[in-house]
């Protein structure tokens, strides 16, 4: 049975969204349509490109994570270098590496720009700080004067990982501006509004992967200090927009895989732990579909 895939971001934490999509192959189902933010956009990718979830793990598990972090030019060793790299060229990594790797992933299954790709079958999440809009790629390459046609789909899921400060901003140059893009997860990190909302029309049923509680069990932020204070913040206004659209109905949609222990940047992961993760992903989606119903 063909359905339609939202993928969430989490970072590092995606290793849980592969042991969902194994769950979801062994239950028959087929993606049409994917869509993801930051990880979630990763894993939307591979789907896309033809990749089942056994060989998703396996590109993972020969990954150094660590090799895809390229630091940023840094004069002065120590922390004090650190921050002025993240001052000067607004991120500790540059990100190519990761655009590199995600290059060589996809264009193994012939995959180089959106035209590789059925119409409509990938959609991700990115922000643009320059506007302070979210940006739907490929959907509004258009108005920037680019063509999905000739955009890279590497570039675009570069785009959607862009954390904030952890990796340098995308640049989209057009004729006219240079635009700042970074991590969809700023404004929507769970766009499952793109398949299932009120005014959009659901042509097969729409499953959602996120790694968190549900908006119902949201855990309190603990607010003692003015970095905690920061996370909040940052927290807030990843959860504000999504919450809006994901009413208690589509609730009943999503697979939730809460994940504490792991931090969204942990790219020096063990083997264990990402064991841990794919099979906490599985796990939680053999619960959900025991009580599942489309």
């Not at 785009?159 to 904030?164: F, K, L, N, R």
């Not at 952890?166 to 766009?191: A, R």
């Not at 855990?219 to 809006?244: S, V």
């Not at 609730?251 to 990402?274: C, G, M, V, Y």
Request: aromatic share 12%; glycine share 8%.
């Amino acid at each position: 049975m063909k359905i339609d895939g939202v993928f969430s971001g989490g970072g590092i934490k995606g290793f849980a969204l592969i042991g969902a999509v194994k769950s979801i192959e062994e239950r028959g189902f087929t993606f049409e349509r994917v869509a993801g933010t930051s990880a979630g956009s990763i894993i939307s990718a591979f789907i896309a490109a033809g990749y089942s979830s056994d060989e998703m793990l396996q590109i993972m598990n020969e990954t150094e994570f660590a090799e895809l972090l390229d630091p940023s030019l840094q004069l002065i060793p120590g922390p004090v270098g650190k921050w002025l790299s993240i001052y000067f060229q607004l991120g500790l990594y540059k990100g190519k590496a990761l655009e590199k790797w995600l290059n060589t992933k996809l264009n193994n299954r012939g995959i180089y720009t959106f035209k590789d790709l059925p119409k409509d079958s990938l959609r991700v999440v990115a922000s643009n700080l320059s506007t302070g809009r979210m940006l739907i790629l490929p959907d509004d390459l258009e108005k920037y004067g680019r063509s999905p046609s000739d955009f890279s789909v590497a570039r675009a899921i570069r785009m959607s990982c862009a954390i904030p400060y952890f990796f340098q901003p995308v640049k989209l140059k057009t004729d006219k501006t240079i635009d700042y893009i970074v991590d969809g997860g700023v404004l929507s990190s769970f766009p499952m509004w793109l398949f299932d909302s009120d005014n959009v029309k659901k042509i097969r049923p729409v499953l959602g992967i996120k790694l968190n509680y549900s908006y119902t069990q949201q855990e309190r932020n603990t607010i003692k200090n003015a970095i905690q204070m920061f996370g909040a913040l940052f927290e807030t206004m990843k959860e504000a927009h999504d919450a809006r659209y994901v009413s208690r109905k589509h609730e009943k949609n999503i697979i939730f895989i809460p994940i504490e222990d792991i931090l969204t940047t942990q790219f020096a992961i063990t083997e264990e732990q990402k064991n841990t993760l794919v099979k906490q992903g599985y796990d939680q989606a053999e619960q959900f579909f025991k009580k599942w119903s489309y």
